[in-house]
C-alpha cells in the first residue's frame, strides 16, 4: 500500500474528505490512550470503520505502529500526530497533523525536543506533589502503561489509583489546581511552529476541536467572537483546516465550523478523539447555548 507521506496536499485532502466512514482523532497508550494501536484499530474496523488515524499527543509512536498494522490487514490509514501548542489567543491550541513523512528530520527533531521538555517537566511535577506528601517514585509512573508516556494523565491516575481522588479529572480539577502545581509549566510549541513543522515534513495541518477554547461559564453566544479571531489567527498562520465534527461541537456549532473552512478553501475533517472505549469525557458545557 502506498504511504501518504509520498501524497502532495491535494491527494492528502482528498484522502481526509473521502466518503468513507472515518475516524482520524485517536489516542493509544503511547500517549494518554488506554489500548494498543492494533486493538484501537481492531475496534474501529469491527464498528465498520474504513479510514482510519492514530493521533497520539506529541509523538508519532502509536501512529507508525499503526500503519504498519493497516497495511497487514489492508486497511486505508494516514499518518498522524496532535502537536500542543499555545498563542496569544489561548493555551492548549492544538494542532492535527496528516500525511506526514514520519523520518523527516525537522520532524523528528521537534518531536525529540517535545519530549525532553515534558521530561524535564514531569521532574518538577513529581517533586511539588512529593512535596504535599503524595511520595510518587520514577517507579510509580513506569507501572503506568509500561513507562510509554508520562504526563499528566500519568500522575493523574497514579492519585486515583492511591486513592487521593475518585477518579481522572478530579485531580485536574483539584489537585493540579494548587498553586505549586500549577506553575510548573513546559515549553510547549506555539501554533504556528507547530503548523509549519507538520507542513516541512509534507503533511497538512489541522486546528483541532475549535470548541474547546471555550471557557468555564462562558455561553456560546459569548465565546463566538473570540472562535472566529481565533480561527482567523490560524488562518493566518496557514493552517491547512479545522476539525469541524469532533464531540466538543453539537451539530449547529459543526455547520458553523464547516461554513467557515467552506468559505476560506479549508479542508475539513471529524474524529471521535477516542481515549478509551469506557472513558467517556462529558462535553456538555460545549453544547450549552
Avoid at 130 to 151: A, M, P
Avoid at 178 to 190: A, F, H, N, R
Wanted: hydrophobic share 30%; aromatic share 10%; charged share 30%.
Amino acid at each position: 500500500m502506498k504511504r501518504y507521506k509520498e501524497f502532495d496536499k491535494n491527494s492528502i485532502r482528498a484522502v481526509l474528505e473521502s466518503g468513507l466512514k472515518r475516524d482520524l482523532h485517536m489516542h493509544t497508550y503511547y500517549s494518554d490512550g488506554e489500548l494498543s494501536p492494533k486493538e484501537v484499530i481492531d475496534m474501529r474496523v469491527a464498528e465498520g470503520y474504513e479510514l482510519l488515524a492514530i493521533t497520539d499527543h506529541d509523538g508519532d509512536e502509536g501512529s507508525k505502529e499503526g500503519m504498519v498494522y493497516a497495511e497487514q490487514i489492508g486497511l486505508p490509514y494516514i499518518s498522524g500526530i496532535e502537536l500542543d501548542s499555545v498563542d496569544e489567543l489561548g493555551k492548549d491550541i492544538h494542532i492535527l497533523g496528516y500525511g506526514f513523512d514520519y523520518e523527516y528530520y525537522g520532524f523528528t527533531q521537534v518531536l525529540w525536543e517535545i519530549r525532553h521538555e515534558r521530561a524535564k517537566r514531569n521532574d518538577r511535577l513529581m517533586k511539588a506533589l512529593n512535596d504535599l506528601g503524595y511520595n510518587i517514585s520514577l517507579d510509580d509512573l513506569g507501572k503506568i502503561n509500561e513507562g510509554r508516556y508520562v504526563g499528566k494523565p500519568t500522575f493523574a491516575k497514579i492519585l486515583q489509583n492511591r486513592g487521593y481522588v475518585s477518579n481522572y479529572h478530579e485531580a485536574f480539577n483539584t489537585i493540579f489546581k494548587e498553586p505549586s502545581i500549577k506553575v510548573i509549566k513546559k515549553d510547549t510549541l506555539t501554533s504556528l511552529t507547530a503548523i509549519i513543522t507538520i507542513q516541512e515534513a509534507g503533511g497538512v495541518a489541522i486546528y483541532a476541536h475549535p470548541m474547546e477554547q471555550r471557557r468555564d461559564g462562558e455561553t456560546f453566544e459569548e465565546f463566538r467572537p473570540r472562535l472566529y479571531q481565533i480561527l482567523d489567527k490560524m488562518r493566518d498562520y496557514g493552517i491547512d483546516g479545522i476539525e469541524c465534527k469532533h464531540p466538543s461541537a453539537d451539530e449547529y456549532q459543526s455547520e458553523l465550523l464547516m461554513e467557515y473552512a467552506d468559505k476560506y478553501g479549508l479542508i475539513i475533517t471529524e474524529g471521535s478523539d477516542m481515549h478509551s472505549p469506557t472513558q467517556v469525557r462529558d462535553y456538555s458545557k460545549y453544547h450549552m447555548p
